[in-house]
């Protein structure tokens, strides 16, 4: 049986592939590879669609949130208060720039609790900085994180790496907080033909030092200032988003939404809880749903053999992984981080899904645990 997939790159590259090769061809031409025109020209057009006044291009998302921690003065030593749901890489960040990480809870939306947040900042001064992400591409509240940030001294740097296009009360994510991150990993929004990731700012101080620890650490040509890192957005992966990509967002981004309208019509009062945002515009980026009535492993092979491949984001909360073991701290029992770790399925939602197999998805759905 044919699979309804999360992604069909293949479907991506019929729609995109003349601009894509003129993109290829202009970077070829050009006969400049690394941190050139193109890299230099998509920041700025980035930066303007984020409504953002500063985009350094760094090699991947966790690139971005690493340089963002140690650019917005987190040391080694302090601590960091995130969320345990989420890929690994927002703690990975945390620990490569040599801090602690403190996990606080979530809400139902699978985002941050931000109450919880706050009382765990105001409880332990050692927090220097605090790093939500806008999980599923749902965004968090702008006023409650300007609030934790400004009442309490600490550095908010926002993890995007799902949120392009989400925004909230008209502040686009990203947008609050002294730096934030995202990723271009293909299946992002806004994906790259590879690995990428972007470093938002609206600190001129924090973009500058971030174009130096990109590069090295380097100020100018062969003088290093600091410990810096190998992680250059290329010359090829820009050129491509900026002619191919980046153009194409906002109808992603629609047909994302008209996708999980669908989804949430159809799906209302049956077992599979569709996990809401909690106010704004999501992105999208994953269409999350809470398993009410059996087990979720069981639930989601069932839909397999009904033709849908879901994904499971994320299993594992972060501080019960075995590369965080000895490190960072605990606030409370993450109860509903837990739950929705268990429960949690993702459905096939890109924008080049088609309506019949939207239709197909809901109908696996609706057969298997209606």
Same mark, same amino acid.
Not at 32 to 55: D, K, N, R, S, T
Not at 87 to 112: H, Q, Y
Not at 350 to 361: G, I, R, S
């Given at each position: ?32 590879? #690394? ?47 995130? !969320? ?6 927002? !703690? ?34 050692? #927090? ?28 908010? #740097?926002?993890?995007?790496? &799902?949120?392009? *296009? ?6 686009? !994510? ?7 991150? !995202? ?12 690995? *990428? ?29 600091? &410990? ?8 090829? &992966?820009?050129? #491509? ?26 799906? &209302? ?21 809470? =398993? ?48 929705? $770790? ?15 197999? =939207?239709?197909?998805?809901? $109908? ?7």
């Amino acid at each position: 049986m044919k699979q309804v997939a999360p992604n069909d790159f293949a479907r991506q590259w019929d729609d995109i592939a003349a601009d894509a090769l003129d993109a290829v061809d202009r970077v070829g031409r050009s006969g400049w590879l #690394i941190l050139g025109g193109e890299v230099e020209a998509f920041e700025q057009e980035l930066a303007e669609w984020w409504e953002i006044p500063h985009a350094v291009g760094v090699a991947s998302g966790l690139d971005a949130l690493e340089i963002a921690l140690r650019c917005t003065g987190v040391e080694p030593g302090d601590k960091v208060l995130t !969320t345990p749901l989420t890929a690994f890489a927002t !703690t990975l960040a945390i620990l490569r720039a040599g801090a602690e990480p403190v996990w606080c809870d979530v809400d139902i939306t699978g985002g941050l609790d931000l109450e919880q947040a706050t009382t765990a900042v105001a409880d332990d001064p050692a #927090i220097k900085a605090v790093l939500p992400v806008h999980l599923f591409g749902h965004p968090l509240d702008p006023g409650a994180l300007r609030r934790l940030g400004s009442d309490h001294d600490v550095a908010v #740097i926002e993890d995007c790496a &799902q949120s392009a *296009g989400a925004s909230r009360d008209g502040k686009p !994510t990203g947008t609050v907080g002294v730096a934030a991150a !995202t990723s271009l990993y293909p299946t992002k929004n806004l994906g790259a033909m590879g690995d *990428g990731g972007v470093l938002l700012t609206s600190d001129s101080e924090v973009a500058a030092r971030a174009r130096n620890m990109r590069d090295y650490g380097q100020s100018s040509r062969y003088q290093h200032d600091e &410990q810096g890192l190998n992680s250059r957005l290329d010359e090829l &992966q820009a050129a #491509i988003l900026r002619s191919a990509m980046l153009p194409r967002l906002e109808r992603f981004l629609e047909r994302r939404e008209e996708i999980a309208k669908r989804y949430d019509e159809a799906l &209302q009062g049956s077992a599979l809880r569709p996990i809401p945002a909690g106010g704004g515009r999501s992105a999208r980026h994953l269409y999350p749903i809470e =398993v009410m009535e059996g087990d979720t492993a069981a639930v989601a092979k069932a839909l397999k053999q009904a033709g849908v491949s879901v994904g499971r984001h994320y299993p594992f909360v972060c501080p019960d992984q075995g590369a965080a073991s000895g490190r960072g701290t605990v606030v409370g029992k993450l109860d509903v981080a837990r739950r929705l $770790a268990q429960r949690e399925l993702s459905l096939p939602i890109h924008p080049y899904l088609h309506d019949e197999e =939207v239709e197909v998805v809901i $109908a696996a759905c609706l057969e298997v645990l209606g």
